[in-house]
């Protein structure tokens, strides 16, 4: 009997199913890891919570981020557009030493970096001096540089260019202007799985949003708040046949966001439509690019809980003692019903004293531009009962209301412009009749103009974007009688203007 040489021994056969099994094991322990680097996000944690609020993620690049690099590259590869201020050009502000400007943030999720927005891209305030460049920064305030009509049009255009393509994007990161490099192996997954991802998603992104050319420009320092909103979380049709062009130019000008905390209850946003400060929260982080799923609330609720108690700014000028105490009976008189006013440890939010404070006034009666009211429907406000449904935090209190809110005037001079379109450029401005407030202004100058209050509103301060206010969406009607203190003296209005400053 011949003897086979290669049979393995006993031990050896037992060695080998040894072997098999730990390369199965490996394979599986291998598969997992894959599948958790896959499922699992990481961010960079901030603990001061204004670091946190300007560069924290809420979730949203999950849903609509782009990997980083792209992001990055976007500036290098549109510089003709662009200039050179990269994202500055739609009034976003890059702080020395970051590599993406305030508003964007990156979170790490499936398997690559990918950036997108948060809160603060729209709420974050700046302001010069009169006779100063310093910029003074208002974490909390409105984002009255920021463009986002334009930024949405850049996207647009981009996810329809021919020439966005891996080559060129892979080229733009790997130039000097763009912090970090692709390896080989990073091109070749760039070239057969990114960009083709980023593309598709870009071209849809496109499509979705073409009623953006339908719309006017909101110019700086606002956006329009729920048609966006009501395509790219709900695929609402947005065609000529659906969707008045009075309802689709409704243009909000970004609010401050501080002291939440005394707003619960309220009925708040422009029109009134939700009275629980969460609920108005997690609609905002929607409106930043969220999904249900990838939302994160422990970040979110980080920033909720910083805006409750964030305090308004106090006034950055003089304001007069006696021509303040003069205009405080007279505010009193006429505006403290509906809007509260300063009491003896700051602000005064008691809706037991001031019985209207966010409540909401009817819009024949208010008499401001109607766009805004109208962009939000019974059937948009239906089909947000349904998001977040099954979460504790699914949406009850949104509602369809008959007009426009009283809101706390706190730190009221940081809010210019005025009204819920920003049509009015200062306070004095909106104490006058309307045949006396400026029917074309400048919006987009940083300096204040400390006497009127608000923003300078002539071209001289170098303002960035013509506001005509016979354009649809931008009335600078209503708020005007003698009920709301248009009909006073030209002395009353400007201490009551003083006494504001206070506020
Ligand atoms: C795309 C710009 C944008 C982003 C991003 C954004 N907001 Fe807002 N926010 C607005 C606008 C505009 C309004 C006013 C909405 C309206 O009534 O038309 C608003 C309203 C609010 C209000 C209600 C203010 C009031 O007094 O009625 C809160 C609170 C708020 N945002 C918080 C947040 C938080 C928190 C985030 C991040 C999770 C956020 N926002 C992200 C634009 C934005
Ligand atoms: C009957 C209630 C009522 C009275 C009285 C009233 N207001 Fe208003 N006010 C409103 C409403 C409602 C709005 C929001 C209108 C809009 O944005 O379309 C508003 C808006 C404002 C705004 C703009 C807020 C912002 O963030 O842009 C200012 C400033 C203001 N009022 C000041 C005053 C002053 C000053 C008086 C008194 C001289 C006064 N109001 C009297 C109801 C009232």
Excluded at 369 to 380: C, I, L, M, T, V
Aim: with cysteine.
């Amino acid at each position: 009997m011949a003897i086979d040489y290669d049979r393995l021994t006993p031990v050896e056969a037992y060695e080998k199913k040894r072997k098999n099994i730990f390369r199965v094991i490996w394979l599986i322990v291998i598969a997992l890891i894959i599948v958790w680097f896959l499922r699992t996000d990481w961010v960079i944690a901030h603990d001061d919570p204004v670091e946190h609020f300007k560069y924290g993620s809420i979730g949203s690049e999950g849903n609509t981020g782009l990997p980083t690099p792209i992001l990055q590259a976007l500036p290098v590869l549109y510089k003709d557009r662009l200039g050179p201020n990269g994202f500055g050009a739609f009034g976003m502000i890059t702080e020395p030493g970051k590599d993406l400007p305030i508003g964007f943030s990156k979170r790490f999720t499936g398997g690559v970096e990918r950036a997108w927005l948060n809160c603060s891209v729209c709420h974050y305030g700046t302001y010069t001096l009169p006779g100063s460049d310093e910029v003074h920064v208002i974490p909390g305030g409105a984002s009255n540089d920021l463009e986002l009509y334009k930024l949405m049009r850049f996207f647009i255009d981009v996810g329809n260019d021919p020439g966005f393509t891996a080559d060129a994007v892979i080229k733009a990161i790997n130039s000097d202007e763009v912090p970090g490099r692709l390896n080989l192996f990073e091109r070749i997954l760039y070239r057969v799985a990114v960009m083709p991802l980023v593309k598709n998603a870009l071209h849809e992104l496109s499509g979705q949003l073409e009623f953006v050319a339908r719309q006017e420009d909101y110019g700086p320092g606002r956006v329009d708040t729920f048609n966006s909103y009501k395509v790219l979380q709900f695929n609402f049709p947005m065609g000529p046949d659906n969707i008045s062009d009075s309802a689709l130019n409704g243009s909000s000008d970004y609010p401050s966001i501080w002291m939440q905390g005394p707003r619960a209850g309220m009925n708040l946003h422009w029109d009134g439509n939700n009275s629980s400060v969460t609920e108005r929260n997690f609609s905002a982080a929607l409106g930043a690019g969220v999904s249900p799923v990838t939302v994160d609330v422990e970040a979110l609720y980080r920033v909720r809980d910083w805006i409750e108690t964030l305090e308004a700014p106090s006034f950055p000028g003089v304001v007069d003692p006696e021509l303040a105490a003069i205009g405080e009976p007279l505010y009193y008189e006429y505006c403290a019903d509906c809007h509260g006013m300063g009491g003896d440890d700051g602000f005064d939010y008691d809706t037991g004293r001031y019985p209207y404070l966010g409540e909401v006034v009817e819009l024949s009666e208010i008499g401001t531009d109607r766009g805004r009211w109208e962009s939000y429907d019974q059937d948009f406000s239906a089909a947000q009962m349904n998001l977040y449904a099954g979460y504790p935090w699914q949406f009850k209190n949104f509602k369809k209301t008959n007009g426009y809110a009283n809101h706390p005037l706190d730190g009221i001079w940081a809010r210019s412009p005025y009204l819920h379109n920003g049509s009015v450029p200062t306070l004095r401005d909106l104490m006058n009749p309307v045949s006396e407030r400026p029917a074309v202004w400048w919006r987009g100058a940083r300096e204040l103009d400390l006497v009127n209050v608000g923003y300078r509103s002539d071209e001289a301060a170098g303002g960035t974007f013509r506001y005509d206010t016979s354009v649809l969406g931008n009335k600078n009607t209503g708020h005007e009688g003698t009920e709301y203190g248009t009909d006073l003296s030209d002395a009353e209005k400007d201490a009551i203007v003083e006494y504001m400053k206070t506020l």
